[in-house]
């Protein structure tokens, strides 16, 4: 698919950030010339994809396209229950108003915003285990989405352990910077559930983008497939949940997968109240012909060199400009380290707020602020302790030239930085509050 794209003027982007409460979420896709808000279900589908839609079977019930669908997730992923549902968040609902409940508490390396709101919504409360060096954005560490094992042994083993229903990690860690946990931490983190008998899940939403990394980094792996790496990393778990938004290369769409039958029946009672029944899960049954195709499609280690090329291109040439990125680049992003930006504005100025609206000003460029604002009302230190701007690159959208351009755009906000002003907030509603809060720039 090809899309005009525009460069709208100062002006007119200087109206828009009013309009839009310089709230990036708030601005028309007409008014962005780059749009790096997100990767997740920004990904352009292949011709292979687009010939799946053409073969949609609408049935209410035992469309062939759902057989498809299921029969490549078993394939990939080797679970036997697959529930299918609308996107990641739908399939996060299903599991955790499934197994937690009020006063549990759920341990994973970092919970994305969406995770991180649905334990928050059955009244249990997300706790984040990435070791150290995921909160050191200079930290060079191969696998900084790595789980704190110690940490996690002392949680199961003291007295809040009978309180935890189950253990997530998510592969790529999105809110530490797209960074991949390992092998090795996913087996060790494996055995310390099993000896406990703590059920773990998977928040698989980039496990493609994961595995690739474990074949180039970890020692003896670089000669197995990121089929095989995948395989062995979810033997591992007891289950999933998807946004195939991510690494399934479609535009909506996604699952939960479970090895326990019974947990399953569940999940599915609760589908049908929420979603639709279980052989479409919201979707329309030519999605999930499009899901199937590119589920495999991800895999594929030609786009994976590719994508994660891309990445690297982005970070080399903000890094050679002297920009203070997070380190080493992660999977599907670029994240800028917003502390070493803006220097000069306290964490009352919101500044990855206000970095991120300046990268628009410059240049239209639209990226989001993982940070305060994000997570402002999670009162644990590990979530304040970093402030990101994540420059998110869709998959197989954008080229080379366009990266070049969002890279000179961010260099020029660089070399002005110290004009750079703060925000504040004045409508803030309760729940995932970056996606819809109001902001002002601060009187001069
Ligand atoms: C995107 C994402 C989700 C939520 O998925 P949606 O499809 O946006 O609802 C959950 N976890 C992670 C790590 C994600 O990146």
């Given amino acids: 698919m ?58 209410y019930a035992g469309s ?3 057989q498809h669908f299921e029969s490549t997730v078993r394939e990939l992923t080797g679970y036997p229950h697959i529930v299918p549902a609308h996107q990641g968040r739908a399939a996060e609902h299903l599991l955790l ?13 970092m919970h994305f915003d969406t995770t991180r709101a649905h334990v928050q919504h059955v009244g249990a409360r997300p706790v984040d285990l990435a070791i150290d060096e995921a909160y050191d954005p200079e930290s060079e560490h191969p696998f900084k989405g790595n789980v704190d094992t110690r940490r996690l042994v002392e949680l199961l083993d003291g007295p809040s352990g009978a309180h935890v229903p189950l253990v997530m990690v ?4 999105n809110t530490g910077g797209g960074q991949p946990v390992s092998l090795a931490n996913l087996r060790e983190v494996a055995r310390i559930c099993r ?14 983008e994961n595995a690739y990394f474990i074949r180039e980094r970890e020692p003896g792996q670089d000669r197995r497939s990121v089929r095989e790496i995948g395989r062995e990393i979810f033997e591992l778990s007891d289950g999933a949940t998807m946004s195939a938004k991510k690494d399934g290369l479609v535009n909506i769409g996604g699952f939960v997968a479970t090895r326990d039958a019974g947990i399953a029946a569940r999940l599915k009672e609760a589908l049908i109240l929420f979603e639709g029944f279980p052989t479409y899960g919201g979707l ?40 203070p990125i997070l380190r080493p680049p992660g ?10 930006f803006l220097p000069h504005l306290g964490a009352d100025q919101l500044p990855g707020q206000a970095l991120a609206v300046e990268l628009y000003r410059e240049g239209a460029v639209r990226s989001v602020e993982i940070g305060a604002i994000m997570f402002g009302d999670d009162p ?5 302790s970093m402030e990101l701007v994540r420059l998110a690159i869709p998959r197989r959208v954008y080229t080379e030239s366009h990266l070049r351009y969002v890279a000179d755009t961010i260099q020029r906000v660089w070399d002005r930085r110290s004009t750079i002003r703060g925000l504040r907030m004045v409508e803030a509603p309760e729940h995932l509050r970056h996606f819809t809060a109001r902001f002002a720039p601060e009187p001069t």
């Fill in 195 to 208: 000896e406990r008998g703590k059920p773990l899940y998977l928040d698989m939403c980039r496990w493609a």
């Fill in 97 to 109: 108003s499934t197994l937690a409940r009020s006063g549990d508490i759920v341990p994973n390396n």
């Fill in 331 to 340: 999977g599907h992003g670029v994240y800028l380290d917003v502390r070493r």
């Fill in 2 to 59: 090809v899309e005009a794209i525009r460069l709208p003027s100062f002006d007119e982007r200087e109206r828009a950030l009013a309009r839009a409460g310089y709230n990036l979420f708030n601005l028309f896709s007409e008014e962005v010339y780059i749009d790096l808000l997100t990767d997740s279900g920004t990904s352009a589908m292949s011709d292979r994809q687009w010939a799946g839609l053409m073969l949609g079977d609408e049935a």
């Fill in 64 to 66: 062939r396209n759902f």
């Fill in 284 to 323: 329309a049954r030519r999605d999930l012909e499009a899901i199937s195709i590119g589920l495999a499609e991800a895999t594929d280690e030609r786009y994976l060199a590719h994508r994660i090329g891309q990445v690297r291109f982005l970070a080399g040439l903000l890094s050679g400009h002297g920009v």
């Fill in 170 to 173: 998510t592969i790529t860690n």
């Fill in 380 to 384: 644990s230190p590990a979530a304040r």
